[in-house]
């Protein structure tokens, strides 16, 4: 069975950084790309990074890149998304999430956040002001 495990959020004051983790099991990273979405309360998921083995291929959201940066650790099947220069409005839950056979260099946000084949629970990242 696919699985997908958020870790990592957490409270952090504006300008601080977290890096989450998305542990994966059950497919092989080699055709399958990892996304991140995230969700405001209220708000609609956003689809904000994504990272695909198979070309080495990354996307970023206008609202993270410079920001944000993903990475990939095949060996320990797991996904990194490093947060930097953290702002209240990242304020959410995020959530990672894989796609078979995607590329990131060919996604888009909503992809990521509406299109993606199985998802993981959860992390909060909290930014004070």
């Known amino acids: 069975d696919v699985q997908l495990q958020a870790s990592g959020g957490g409270l952090v004051q504006t300008g601080g950084s977290l890096r989450l983790s998305c542990a994966a099991s059950?497919?092989?990273?080699?055709?399958?790309?990892i996304g991140w979405s995230r969700q405001a309360p209220g708000k609609e998921r956003e689809g904000i990074a994504c990272i695909s083995s198979s070309d080495n291929s990354t996307y970023y959201s206008d609202s993270v890149k410079g920001r944000f940066t993903i990475s990939s650790d095949n060996a320990k099947n797991t996904v990194y998304l490093q947060l930097s220069h953290l702002k209240p409005e990242d304020t959410a839950v995020y959530y990672c999430a894989s796609a078979l056979l995607l590329e990131c260099g060919d996604v888009d946000a909503r992809t990521l956040a509406y299109g993606m084949d199985y998802w993981g629970k959860g992390t909060l990242v909290t930014v004070s002001s």
């Open positions: 059950g497919f092989t990273f080699d055709e399958t790309a």
